[in-house]
């Protein structure tokens, strides 16, 4: 059965960090594509970024480019997106998406609030 869990996300002050983690299972973690996404209130979700695969390529929305960083810990098939320089405009539910061949599984999301 696939899984991910988000955790890390909460209230942080403009110009804050924090890092988002995402812990899978289920599925061949070091061939899977891993992909943040983001969905603010009344908004339709919108990718953030993506680690094509182990060792492989990134890529980032123009809008998050430079401040946030995605990478995997592979001993913990877990997925990381480090998140810097917080504006209010980031405040959304984070959403973790794996892309395995087969399929593909989203997280449940993760609340994170940048206001002061």
């Known amino acids: 059965q696939v899984q991910l869990a988000e955790s890390g996300g909460g209230l942080v002050q403009p110009g804050g960090s924090l890092r988002l983690s995402c812990a899978t299972s289920?599925?061949?973690?070091?061939?899977?594509?891993m992909s943040w996404y983001r969905q603010a209130e009344g908004k339709e979700r919108e990718w953030v970024a993506v680690d094509t695969r182990s060792g492989g390529v990134t890529n980032y929305a123009d809008s998050v480019k430079g401040r946030f960083t995605i990478s995997r810990d592979q001993a913990k098939n877990t997925v990381l997106l480090q998140m810097n320089s917080l504006k209010p405009e980031d405040t959304a539910v984070y959403y973790c998406?794996?892309?395995?061949?087969?399929?593909?599984?989203w997280g449940r999301g993760t609340q994170v609030t940048v206001s002061s």
């Open positions: 289920g599925f061949t973690f070091s061939s899977a594509a």
């Open positions: 998406y794996a892309s395995y061949g087969v399929g593909a599984s």
